[in-house]
């Protein structure tokens, strides 16, 4: 007898109250620790790298604020180089960075102006805006005044007009204050970097240790569990082995005490028989029928005692599996039964196309005789008596046969007592039996991976359900698989 494997089902409520225990309580509390702070340190790194982009962007920004006061002081001195080679020199030529000075300045004026947004920066633009035009008004009327006269004229008034040199300065220094405050501005950013890429580097060391402790902890987790499954594994292979060894002891028991019955029952019977022979006629009528009723309980003891050797046998038997075709069963079934019916009963059959099936030709012969004899006794009193024997499509793998009748059904409350052996739902003096038929035929059904189940109601018929297995396929010369070929014969349909 092979090992009992057990699962249990997700639904089942001890499934959830195995996940939910005290261990895996601790486990789940861990990882969702961790799963927070794991979360906390991503959303810090995600922070970290908004706050790295925004400081670069201001960074980038600040370089350009810088990089065009640059570009206006230099378009700012190109008005004095120009103005002041020109005055020495006397050559036109040399007031080419004045004319380009004065046509570019407004148009780098107005685009400091949009980069500008601080009010100290607005104002210093502001008073810068003035020096350079001032500027550039004193330089057009230097070269206006060498155009209309002559250079020394235009000397002179450069050396009487020393607040214009001053102006000069002041441009300069004006210029060098902004990119100084630039400067600072871009070093504050940069300590922000700084600061934030520390900030990133930590939540980036952190989040790799918290990895490596989330690795170790399912490893541990997947380890613990394992070796639970090992132990419950040995622990579930020892109880299996135990059983098994016990099934085989009380086996054996039963195959001996059923054996050893048998002898003095058979003296019971071959006594109370020569009683009735020999002293029948002096006995009185109460004596007759005590002797009577010591015949009959012997007799039904060997049915129990024979019932009880052929459960025992039915655990050692090994099966002989072959395709069986159902069709032909279930008729020589039915013809067995009828054989020993009383010929007035009117049964009306309804048999329908049944399939081939993988199996032992001897046991399944015994399911359905079993059966189909239950059948044809629990519906003794009804006239006629109906009695359906068809395939019913349930479950994908599965092949389903369905034996129905109209006879007195039983009460569902009773169900869990059906397969028992020696159990009966009804009294011996209503159906002859041995309450050991059904549990023959749940045991021969669980032995080749099938299953019964039955639904009834009182005095309105009752329904069994076989189950067997889909058979494997069969394979050809070629090695290409077919599925057996469902045989369509059936039995008389005939009372």
Same mark, same amino acid.
């Given at each position: 007898m092979s090992p009992v494997r057990t699962r249990i089902d997700r639904y089942h409520p001890q499934h959830w109250t195995f996940l939910w225990s005290p261990t895996n309580r601790q486990l789940i509390g861990i990882f969702s620790l961790i799963g927070l702070l794991a979360l906390g340190v991503v959303g810090l790194a995600y922070r970290s790298a908004r706050t790295a982009q925004r400081i670069k962007t201001e960074i980038d920004f600040t370089f350009n604020v810088r990089d065009q006061i640059e570009h206006v002081e230099t378009l700012a001195r190109g008005l004095q180089i120009g103005t002041r080679g020109y005055l020495l020199a006397g050559e036109m030529a040399l007031l080419q960075p004045y004319d380009v000075a004065r046509t570019e300045l407004p148009n780098a004026l107005a685009e400091l102006e949009t980069l500008l947004s601080n009010d100290s920066h607005t104002a210093k633009l502001v008073r810068l805006r003035e020096l350079i035009a001032q500027d550039i008004a004193y330089r057009e009327e230097l070269v206006s005044t060498v155009e209309t006269t002559d250079l020394a004229t235009a000397r002179a008034l450069v050396a009487n007009r020393i607040e214009v040199r001053k102006s000069q300065d002041l441009i300069s220094k004006l210029c060098e204050d902004m990119k100084q405050d630039a400067t600072d501005l871009l070093n504050k950013y940069r300590d922000s970097q700084t600061?934030?890429?520390?900030? %990133?580097?930590?939540?980036?060391?952190?989040?790799?240790?918290?990895?490596?402790?989330?690795?170790?902890?399912? &490893?541990? &987790?997947?380890?613990?569990?394992?070796?639970?499954?090992?132990s419950a594994e040995v622990q579930l292979a020892a109880k299996n082995e135990t059983l098994v060894e016990a099934n085989q002891e009380l086996e054996s028991f039963c195959y001996s005490v059923s054996h050893d019955l048998r002898a003095p029952l058979r003296h019971i019977q071959g006594y109370a028989q020569m009683l009735q022979k020999n002293a029948g006629d002096s006995l009185t009528a109460k004596a007759q029928r005590h002797?009577?009723?010591?015949?009959? $309980? $012997?007799?039904?003891?060997? =049915?129990?005692?024979?019932?009880?050797?052929?459960?025992? =046998?039915?655990?050692? %038997?090994?099966?002989?599996?072959? =395709?069986?075709?159902?069709?032909?069963?279930?008729?020589?079934?039915?013809?067995?039964?009828?054989?020993?019916?009383?010929?007035?009963?009117?049964?009306?059959?309804?048999?329908?196309?049944?399939?081939?099936?993988?199996?032992?030709?001897?046991?399944?012969?015994?399911?359905? @005789?079993?059966?189909?004899?239950?059948?044809?006794?629990?519906?003794?009193?009804?006239?006629?008596?109906?009695?359906?024997?068809?395939?019913?499509?349930?479950?994908?793998?599965?092949?389903?046969?369905?034996?129905?009748?109209?006879?007195?059904?039983?009460?569902?409350? &009773?169900?869990?007592?059906?397969?028992?052996?020696?159990?009966?739902?009804?009294?011996?003096?209503?159906?002859?039996?041995?309450?050991?038929?059904? %549990?023959?035929?749940?045991?021969?059904?669980?032995?080749?991976?099938?299953?019964?189940?039955?639904? %009834?109601?009182?005095?309105?018929?009752?329904?069994?359900?076989?189950?067997?297995?889909?058979?494997?396929?069969? =394979? @050809?010369? @070629?090695? $290409?698989?077919?599925?057996?070929?469902?045989? @369509?014969?059936?039995?008389?349909?005939?009372?």
């Amino acid at each position: 007898m092979s090992p009992v494997r057990t699962r249990i089902d997700r639904y089942h409520p001890q499934h959830w109250t195995f996940l939910w225990s005290p261990t895996n309580r601790q486990l789940i509390g861990i990882f969702s620790l961790i799963g927070l702070l794991a979360l906390g340190v991503v959303g810090l790194a995600y922070r970290s790298a908004r706050t790295a982009q925004r400081i670069k962007t201001e960074i980038d920004f600040t370089f350009n604020v810088r990089d065009q006061i640059e570009h206006v002081e230099t378009l700012a001195r190109g008005l004095q180089i120009g103005t002041r080679g020109y005055l020495l020199a006397g050559e036109m030529a040399l007031l080419q960075p004045y004319d380009v000075a004065r046509t570019e300045l407004p148009n780098a004026l107005a685009e400091l102006e949009t980069l500008l947004s601080n009010d100290s920066h607005t104002a210093k633009l502001v008073r810068l805006r003035e020096l350079i035009a001032q500027d550039i008004a004193y330089r057009e009327e230097l070269v206006s005044t060498v155009e209309t006269t002559d250079l020394a004229t235009a000397r002179a008034l450069v050396a009487n007009r020393i607040e214009v040199r001053k102006s000069q300065d002041l441009i300069s220094k004006l210029c060098e204050d902004m990119k100084q405050d630039a400067t600072d501005l871009l070093n504050k950013y940069r300590d922000s970097q700084t600061a934030n890429d520390r900030i %990133a580097a930590v939540a980036q060391t952190v989040i790799t240790l918290m990895m490596l402790m989330g690795t170790w902890g399912i &490893y541990l &987790y997947v380890r613990y569990h394992l070796d639970q499954r090992r132990s419950a594994e040995v622990q579930l292979a020892a109880k299996n082995e135990t059983l098994v060894e016990a099934n085989q002891e009380l086996e054996s028991f039963c195959y001996s005490v059923s054996h050893d019955l048998r002898a003095p029952l058979r003296h019971i019977q071959g006594y109370a028989q020569m009683l009735q022979k020999n002293a029948g006629d002096s006995l009185t009528a109460k004596a007759q029928r005590h002797l009577l009723v010591i015949s009959d $309980a $012997a007799a039904e003891m060997g =049915r129990l005692i024979d019932d009880l050797l052929a459960f025992s =046998r039915l655990g050692r %038997a090994q099966l002989s599996l072959d =395709r069986i075709d159902l069709d032909g069963i279930v008729k020589d079934c039915i013809e067995r039964v009828l054989r020993t019916t009383p010929p007035e009963r009117k049964i009306e059959w309804s048999v329908g196309s049944l399939p081939t099936v993988e199996g032992d030709r001897a046991m399944l012969t015994q399911v359905f @005789t079993n059966l189909i004899s239950n059948a044809v006794k629990y519906t003794g009193p009804r006239d006629p008596a109906r009695i359906e024997i068809t395939r019913r499509q349930e479950k994908p793998g599965v092949i389903t046969i369905e034996i129905a009748d109209n006879g007195v059904g039983f009460d569902m409350k &009773y169900l869990p007592k059906l397969f028992g052996v020696f159990q009966r739902l009804h009294r011996s003096d209503e159906f002859e039996g041995t309450g050991v038929g059904l %549990a023959l035929v749940r045991r021969i059904l669980t032995k080749h991976g099938g299953s019964i189940r039955a639904q %009834a109601e009182k005095d309105r018929g009752a329904q069994f359900f076989v189950n067997f297995p889909s058979p494997r396929p069969l =394979r @050809t010369k @070629t090695g $290409a698989s077919r599925s057996p070929a469902l045989a @369509t014969s059936h039995p008389p349909s005939s009372s």
